[in-house]
């Protein structure tokens, strides 16, 4: 899916134009995959132009550079009134939202202190990620040969670029053989992840989902599914989860913020359930969607764009970057 240009992007403390926002080839990240993202949407609700659980993924990213020894420039609040800018200049209504922070050029070697750090907010319309026809009729899955990655190889609770070579490796493994998307098992055989998706389960009316220990992303969607299953009534049951649930179960379906809420039909062309969409996920697409798009947020877990401004800094770091990262 193309990327579609929009006017601007935030970087180190500047809106520059989208052409401009470049760096060298000898950028730290470019060589040892030194970089932290998150992906975030922003939706057109009943009440205007609103960006889901903004602060809960900032905090994550914050998270993520804090287990590789990496200090954010700026502050949390300071990139989220970034954001919120960054979307009022592009004049964007809806859109998915990429903040990045990587080590830049500065030193060659393993050793990240010797190159500074970088941050860049970056906006633009994206749709389903999985297809349009996907919230309808569901995707085809299928286990992939490829080996989710240990906790205490790369730690998976980071949102790191590095992590995302393990899923590109699922990714074009499931297109090739036919399937929209590929879920990987943790070291022990048992489900962990899709390449950029929690799962969740149903089985007799319950929501099985595996635990972070299983190797995968603690997932802001993911959070969302569980608070949004306890206000309808729905046992939610965290726990390690064989391949073979996969094809027994009565419903199944995927959540992130690129794919949303996504049902899945078949695994490895076994359908789940009658290989429709079953009760439980509809019901929680419906209250997902009343949230994201109908703005009923009982949860404050969206920031409307068209609020008025706070006074706050976004362009003046915390703190001074500085190239031994202290």
């Not at 601007?8 to 134009?17: C, S």
């Not at 939706?43 to 132009?49: E, P």
């Not at 990139?79 to 080590?103: D, G, M, Q, W």
């Not at 949230?291 to 877990?301: S, T």
Request: glycine residues 8%; hydrophobic residues 40%; proline residues 6%.
């Amino acid at each position: 899916m193309p990327i579609p240009k929009t006017r601007t992007i935030w970087m180190n403390g500047r809106f520059i134009p989208w052409d401009k926002a470049t760096v060298h080839v000898l950028s730290h990240a470019l060589h040892y995959g030194s970089s932290w993202f998150e992906g975030i949407r922003a939706y057109r609700t009943r009440r205007g132009t609103a960006i889901f659980r903004l602060h809960d993924h900032l905090r994550r990213l914050e998270d993520s550079c804090k287990i590789y020894s990496t200090e954010l420039p700026y502050s949390t609040e300071q990139l989220a009134a970034a954001t919120v800018e960054l979307l009022r200049r592009n004049k964007l209504s809806h859109c998915y939202i990429r903040p990045l922070v990587f080590r830049g050029y500065g030193e060659m070697g393993l050793m990240p202190f010797g190159s500074p750090v970088e941050v860049v907010i970056a906006a633009w319309k994206w749709g389903r990620y999985l297809g349009n026809e996907a919230l309808e009729h569901g995707v085809d899955v299928c286990v992939s040969s490829w080996t989710r990655i240990q906790g205490n190889t790369l730690p998976t609770v980071a949102k790191a670029a590095a992590n995302y070579m393990n899923s590109q490796l699922v990714r074009i493994e499931a297109q090739r053989n036919g399937y929209d998307e590929g879920l990987a098992l943790d070291t022990n055989g048992n489900i962990s992840e899709g390449s950029g998706e929690n799962v969740f389960i149903v089985r007799n009316g319950v929501l099985y989902t595996p635990p972070i220990a299983a190797s995968i992303l603690p997932g802001i969607t993911r959070s969302t599914v569980v608070t949004l299953a306890g206000e309808l009534g729905l046992r939610v049951v965290e726990q390690v989860i064989p391949r073979a649930m996969l094809y027994v179960a009565d419903e199944l379906f995927l959540c992130g913020t690129a794919a949303e809420i996504t049902p899945v039909r078949s695994v490895d062309r076994i359908p789940v359930g009658t290989g429709t969409v079953g009760p439980i996920t509809r019901a929680i697409l419906e209250r997902f969607a009343a949230v994201v798009r109908d703005g009923q947020d009982p949860y404050n877990w969206l920031t409307f764009v068209n609020e008025p401004r706070r006074r706050r800094s976004i362009a003046k770091p915390r703190t001074a970057p500085s190239l031994d990262g202290k």
